[in-house]
């Protein structure tokens, strides 16, 4: 089950951080002080940059497709016996 809510930022930071109506944030905490670091979506550039040193990654480590699509099937179900 997800819970969504909202806050709200003065214009001046929103305006300074370019930050829209539903922007979304990452939110950081070392249990005294929060970070929100805003989330954007990469340009098209950008995530093929993303890919190519994931799979230049993957190759210095030896991993293969199958590797990877195994690790995600094992990460999906511990999260789902923790909860």
């Known amino acids: 089950m997800c819970i969504f809510f909202g806050i ?5 930071i929103r ?33 093929y940059s993303l890919i190519e040193q994931a799979q230049k990654t993957a190759a210095q480590l030896g991993l293969a497709e199958y590797d990877i699509a ?6 999906r179900a511990e999260k789902r016996m923790a909860g």
């Open 8 to 12: 709200v930022l003065p214009i001046a």
């Open 15 to 47: 305006r300074k951080l370019n930050l829209g109506e539903g922007a979304q944030f990452l939110v950081l905490t070392d249990n005294e002080n929060i970070l929100l670091k805003p989330v954007r979506e990469p340009s098209l550039d950008e995530f």
């Open 70 to 75: 195994m690790e995600i099937k094992a990460m």
